[in-house]
């Protein structure tokens, strides 16, 4: 396993990095980054895609006043893919927003990461979100690589502390990220109305469409959905439930 790295952006804040090999060195990283469990640990997966102007404004303010400030209340982890896109990127400005503290980590393949002042290693690689504390590189130069890494994260973090994901539009990958989190069993809450494979799964869970894919995740028992139009404090409340609903 190699050491651990400092990785400097332009906007002047620093994150820990490693690369691993084999998940058989994923304690080992995660305590070499300094990342000691166990606590709470908020894993969110999906994307922003193909949202209006008012809902991709709705799932802004989902991560200022929600998901950031939960994971500050809990004093948990939060784990995502890491890069500067999507809910990544919102994730990340929303815990400089509200000025938290907690340990923002992102899981991404080595193959697609483009670190700070270096050039990206391939056409479809991506910038890593400037905000995040924390990165683990994983094998991999295909998106969706990192699906299980990121549920194995949680897992070790957590151990015997709560842990849900929160999944939000998406697209394909979003599917393997909600497969490989639930065979960890993990609860996943669906954000309903904000596209894609959220509506998707909230549509079949509700009774409203059919979809193997989405079947077969929702018969785990570990699927529920909650309405991107709730009011926020019933959000912040349902979604704090649902980390506790397993206890």
Not at 28 to 35: H, M, P
Not at 51 to 78: C, H, I, M, W, Y
Not at 168 to 176: A, F, L, P, R, Y
Request: glycine letters at 8%; zero cysteines; a negative charge.
């Amino acid at each position: 396993m190699e050491q651990s790295f400092q990785l400097t952006f332009a906007n002047g804040r620093t994150a820990q990095a490693i690369h691993l090999q084999q998940d058989a060195d994923l304690p080992n990283a995660l305590s070499q980054l300094g990342l000691k469990g166990p606590s709470p640990v908020l894993v969110v997966v999906g994307g922003a895609s193909k949202l209006s102007d008012a809902d991709r404004r709705r799932v802004q303010d989902l991560f200022v006043k929600v998901l950031a400030p939960l994971a500050k209340d809990l004093k948990g982890f939060v784990v995502d893919g890491g890069t500067d896109a999507g809910i990544m990127r919102l994730m990340g400005e929303a815990r400089s927003e509200i000025n938290a503290a907690f340990p923002l980590i992102g899981v991404a393949p080595v193959g697609l990461a483009t670190l700070p002042n270096f050039p990206p290693t391939s056409d479809d690689a991506s910038l890593l979100e400037p905000n995040h504390t924390h990165f683990i590189l994983v094998p991999g130069s295909s998106w969706g690589d990192e699906s299980p890494w990121i549920a194995k994260v949680a897992s070790i973090l957590a151990d015997s502390h709560p842990s849900i994901v929160v999944l939000i539009n998406g697209g394909e990958v979003t599917w393997k990220d909600a497969s490989q989190n639930i065979q960890e069993g993990r609860p996943v809450v669906v954000i309903a109305g904000s596209g894609r494979t959220a509506d998707i799964l909230a549509s079949v869970l509700r009774g409203k469409a059919t979809d193997q894919r989405a079947e077969d995740l929702i018969s785990s028992g570990l699927v529920q959905a909650i309405d991107l139009t709730t009011d926020f404090k019933t959000l912040f409340r349902k979604i704090k439930q649902a980390f506790f609903a397993g206890e």
